[in-house]
């Protein structure tokens, strides 16, 4: 149990992030949560009930950031985890993601969880730690993917740099999720069309991931046990990147785009 403890989520209303969210609180953790998704957000606070904190408010925007650390400091004092989890993507090259938009998402996915461990810095408490959600396309793109590749590849640097300034005061790590079924963490009006059996079995586990895999392991580096994992990044995608792949091997062939 996590009663006491103060666990901050950005982008906690869909997806991963309600899934955390949702974690933490059955682990009796007060949870205080950022997301632009204010209708899903309110809906998330009813559904925990209990004393959590939900604000609706821009990650890129950096008086949003400051509003809701103070919120969350006036309202706990203190912090003990911080789970940097909001991005957002507007495609790339391909698609004219223009200088400001693709600045956008590097403000939602690297300069947001700089700018919450600075203001929380002062105020983390004993075996704080901090878990930075990256993806495994910080190693791997697919076409037209400029934006979200380049903030999640960022974080993943940012995540050790900032285990090395927080060194004593909050470990910091970092989880790469792979392909990730989050349709149950959303509202029906989003869901996207479920896998198919083949997308199931390109994976080494035999499954696509859900995001109680991703909870799992921030659990875990969140907890006592981890206590000598620090500046890491964790790949979790069931092996899927582990894959070689060769036009006409394993059953897969190429068809080159026009």
Known sequence: ???????????????????????????????????????????????????????AGDAAAERDLAAFAERVLNTYGGVDFLINNACRSHGGLLSGCSYDRFLEVLKVGVAAPYYLSMLFQAHFRPGA?????????????????????????????LTHALAMSLAGVARVNCIAPGWIDTRDYHPASAKTPPPTAADHRQHAAGRIGRPEDIAGLVMYLCSPEAAFIDGEGIVIDGGMSRQMIYHGDEGWSFTPPA
């Open 1 to 55: 149990m996590l009663a006491g403890k103060v666990c901050v989520i950005t982008g906690g209303a869909n997806g991963i992030g309600r899934c955390l969210a949702e974690a933490f609180a059955a682990r009796q953790a007060s949870v205080a949560i950022l997301d632009c998704d204010e209708a899903a957000g309110r809906e998330l606070l009813a559904r925990l009930g209990g004393n959590h904190l939900f604000m």
């Open 129 to 157: 730690s901090v878990v930075n959600i990256s993806s495994t396309r910080a190693f791997q793109s697919q076409r037209n993917t400029e934006s979200y590749s380049a903030a999640k590849g960022g974080i993943a640097s």
